[in-house]
């Protein structure tokens, strides 16, 4: 089993990355394969628009250091994105990602019942972390983005989310989170 997990946090070693490093550390453990890639430290632009990928291509027209990322996702059993939410969403380095996943979507993808270029049964985790504890705020984050999870055929979509964190979150603090990413990973790689 493959995993590409995408770290969405520009500061390193945040929460998001700890959680979603603790998922693919038991994933591997278990015999998965992993490619994790830090978006900050990549060099890339955001959709177009260009269509091309409707119009000419069966992918983004754009080359740059994403289209590896778009690659390794395309080729993984479970992608696994992290994002902490800043200014509640995810973080830009996040969405842009997202936008680029639109090259996914055959051209009649509105229309078609299969509109999704990626093999068919993926999974997807996504680690949320805020740090408003209350966690009635920003819960419509991942519903939101779950259509287009939808859309890209995604069928088995989790969420860890972790509220209350901050940047000088102790180990104690994160020892919830990171023992419920390594049960998930044995949950979704276990038949």
């Not at 509109?115 to 740090?131: D, F, I, N």
Request: with cysteine; charged share 20%; aromatic share 10%.
């Amino acid at each position: 089993m493959k995993i590409a997990c995408l770290l969405g946090s520009p500061r390193s070693g945040s929460c998001s990355a700890a959680i979603a490093g603790e998922f693919v550390k038991a994933a591997v453990e278990l015999g998965a394969t992993a490619e994790t890639f830090t978006l900050n430290s990549l060099n890339y632009r955001g959709c177009q628009g260009c269509y091309a990928c409707k119009k000419t291509l069966d992918h983004c027209i754009l080359q740059d250091d994403l289209t590896k990322v778009l690659d390794s996702v395309k080729e993984a059993d479970i992608l696994v994105m992290a994002s902490p939410v800043y200014y509640g969403d995810i973080t830009a380095q996040t969405k842009g990602f997202f936008d680029r996943t639109f090259s996914y979507l055959k051209p009649d993808y509105i229309t078609n019942a299969a509109p999704s270029r990626l093999a068919p049964e993926k999974k997807m985790v996504m680690v949320q972390t805020q740090g408003q504890p209350d966690q009635k705020m920003f819960s419509d984050i991942f519903s939101r983005y779950r259509m287009f999870l939808d859309w890209t055929g995604y069928k088995d979509c989790r969420l860890i989310r972790a509220c209350g964190l901050s940047p000088d979150s102790t180990a104690e603090t994160l020892a919830p989170f990171l023992q419920e990413a390594r049960a998930l990973a044995g949950e979704m790689l276990t038949p």
